[in-house]
């Protein structure tokens, strides 16, 4: 069968009436809010993105976990509170990304938090460095229910994987990715949907050849090329490829700016949201540092903090101008390209 196919049915299985209803009621009043520039908003989120962890064990140049740089507290996520969440949202919620910072295999609960998810009928996924993939993991991982896995591969060689992956192993990365492939065909699973993703910069663009025949060597179900995050990016950086289809940021007579255009009005607004590991709430996965604290389910229920007037306020404020607000202008909506 298609791999992409495969993980279509996997991710369709996850459809209930309810949750067809919830995504309705989320998409009609989305348009309602776009056309009349009313904050409008009826149902629950289809999905969102948990922090199991802001820890990490790279040193990645443009990441606040690799650069611990974060002015939020570090931790682990604990099971109990992403019990409370998925047992609140389980009916409405369809996905569910188990990833926002760091690295979620460093948290010892992880992958038991997979399993509740999947148990509990929601599709989930997550992104690794795929240090900790070992055997055993792989095994766990498959066993989990977790559908969809994104694995950052930035080189085909050492020099050019570790110029970004500051303190990372490619090699490591390679055997985690075949324990992953030798554990479905042992029959642990089959409902796991690999994706290799490489990131282009100016040390890698000539490998992208290769790394598409070193996907197809590992079996892996999806290569996604993808542009790099420049935070200060108004000056360039040495970071940007030569390629123009592969940068993020286009050079004018002022400097670069971001080729994605800042609509005023937003989807993720609307049918997500980002918790961190601690349980504040967030809008979306650009608001890494959570400046924008719209609840705390700690101390809330989700369904309060969704329906609250500061949640209200902040979809007012995408609807009035994207350009004001920070986390939105270095957004990257659509800057995947999928190869394969």
Request: glycine share 8%; proline share 3%; charged share 25%.
């Amino acid at each position: 069968m298609n791999n992409n196919l495969r993980d279509g049915i996997h991710l369709v299985s996850k459809f209930t009436l309810r949750k067809g209803w919830n995504a309705f009621l989320v998409w009609s009043s989305y348009q309602l809010a776009k056309r009349f520039k009313l904050a409008v908003h009826w149902g629950q989120p289809i999905s969102m993105s948990i922090e199991p962890t802001t820890s990490c064990n790279l040193r990645c140049p443009q990441c606040p976990s690799g650069l611990r740089s974060f002015s939020r507290p570090t931790g682990m996520l604990q099971g109990d509170l992403f019990a409370k969440l998925v047992d609140e949202q389980k009916a409405s919620l369809w996905y569910m990304t188990l990833y926002f910072q760091g690295e979620p295999y460093l948290n010892p609960e992880f992958l038991d938090m997979v399993a509740y998810a999947s148990k509990n009928g929601i599709y989930t996924a997550t992104s690794t460095n795929a240090h900790y993939l070992n055997p055993e993991n792989a095994r766990r991982t498959m066993e989990s229910g977790l559908n969809r896995l994104i694995i950052s591969i930035d080189g085909v060689d050492q020099d050019a994987y570790g110029k970004y992956r500051i303190g990372g192993s490619l090699q490591k990365v390679l055997d985690g990715t075949k324990n992953l492939i030798d554990a479905r065909k042992a029959g642990k699973g089959d409902k796991l949907h690999i994706i290799w993703q490489f990131i282009v910069f100016a040390h890698n663009e000539g490998q992208l050849e290769e790394i598409k025949r070193l996907a197809k060597e590992y079996q892996v179900d999806e290569l996604a090329i993808k542009t790099a995050q420049i935070y200060d990016y108004s000056d360039g950086s040495d970071l940007l490829p030569e390629n123009e289809k592969y940068r993020r940021y286009t050079e004018m007579s002022a400097g670069f700016v971001i080729k994605n255009s800042l609509l005023n009005h937003c989807w993720r607004m609307w049918q997500s949201c980002v918790i961190t590991w601690d349980g504040k709430v967030v809008p979306c996965c650009f608001d890494k540092d959570a400046t924008h604290r719209l609840g705390d389910l700690k101390t809330q229920t989700f369904h309060s903090i969704w329906k609250s007037s500061e949640y209200q306020s902040f979809r007012k404020a995408v609807l009035g101008g994207r350009s004001n607000i920070d986390i939105c202008k270095n957004c990257s909506e659509g800057t995947r390209i999928w190869e394969s």
